[in-house]
Nanobody
């Protein structure tokens, strides 16, 4: 059974940094695309960043230049380094993945085909 477990959330002041981790288990990690999404109170879930099985990265415009997504296949873990945090970055951050290996889906309305989700980790940025 595939599991995605996020960690690293917390409370930080504006301008600060946090690093989120997503540990995956139950399958061969390096075959799958991974991503981060977030949901703020009263808002819809939105795409943050994704990394393909071949380590190509993509970012939402709102976080480009501030956030960095990466993966360590030897540890079956994905990361999101968040710098220059803003109050509007406050949200629950979710780790996600495709359930099919090497799967390519470039449709944001389909969450890039990601259909496996973690339970989320809260990030709060105070002003």
């Amino acid at each position: 059974q595939v599991q995605l477990v996020e960690s690293g959330g917390g409370l930080v002041q504006a301008g600060g940094s946090l690093r989120l981790s997503c540990a995956a288990s139950g399958r061969t990690f390096n075959l799958y695309n991974m991503g981060w999404f977030r949901q703020a109170p009263g808002k819809e879930r939105e795409f943050v960043a994704r990394i393909t099985w071949s380590s190509i990265t993509y970012y939402a415009t709102s976080v480009k230049g501030r956030f960095t997504i990466s993966r360590d296949n030897t540890k079956s873990t994905m990361y999101l380094q968040m710098n220059s945090l803003k109050p509007e970055d406050t949200a629950v951050y979710y780790c996600a993945s495709n359930s099919r290996p090497y799967y390519t889906n470039t449709n944001p309305s389909q969450n890039y085909g990601m259909d496996l989700w973690g339970k989320g980790t809260q990030v709060t940025v105070s002003s």
